[in-house]
């Protein structure tokens, strides 16, 4: 699953050629501050992508920017994921859809929008504790988090285990990593998110975002697939790997 821009329909008939049966499928994501948004996104799904991502904006996650995408996403009948982060990595970075602490009440407002949940402050609020105080908290995870307690409540959240946000979740406190798999195993979908050259952690994978050090020099996709294996039955394996993407995304086996 390629997360592309609004304008990448061209791209991804190219890539899906050169390499058949490698992507599925694309999302596509655009500057949701501007007034043409709704427009670019609509022709986007109109050529193809098949959700909104990734969303990744200055804004707050109930502010009127992201609320008018999470209203498109349920008119056209596509996933929404959304970049949720309060603690800049690097002096300049800024924080994105801001506000996950609240965010019940956009499940609610927006019942029928299937929202995606990745990044930082999403995975960070696993742990009850969790204060923004560092993007990649470490450590016991202290039960009843917010992300733990809207993905069971809410049945329009999903979780996107990607990147060192998903892997850290998962690996900070091995004790908690297989209940929480197991309660929302129909919602948790893999993903990468990692720009290792070589699937070995080569090139310049996490070199831009010092707080995930710990995952430098390593694949972020093969980190997470192996956590996994280790924890879960080869079922339930390929539910969160294959299985719940196909039917989230909709996508044919
Ligand atoms: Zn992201």
Redesign the pocket.
Known sequence: MVLARDNSAEMMMTLRTNYTGRFPGWFASTDITKPEAEKLLTSAVKQGAIGFG?I?FHVEAAGPELRRMYALAADLDVPILI?FQEVPHTPTEGVFSTGFKNFEAMLKAYPKTRFIG??DAFWANISADYANESAYPSGKIKPGGVTDKLLSDYPNLFGDLA?NSGNNALSRDPEFTPGFLKRHMAKLIFGS?CSCTDGKGGGISQQGNPGASRLAGKCVARETLAVLKKTVSAEDFRRLTWENAHRVYRLKA
């Open positions: 990734e990744k970049h990745h990044a990147a998110d």
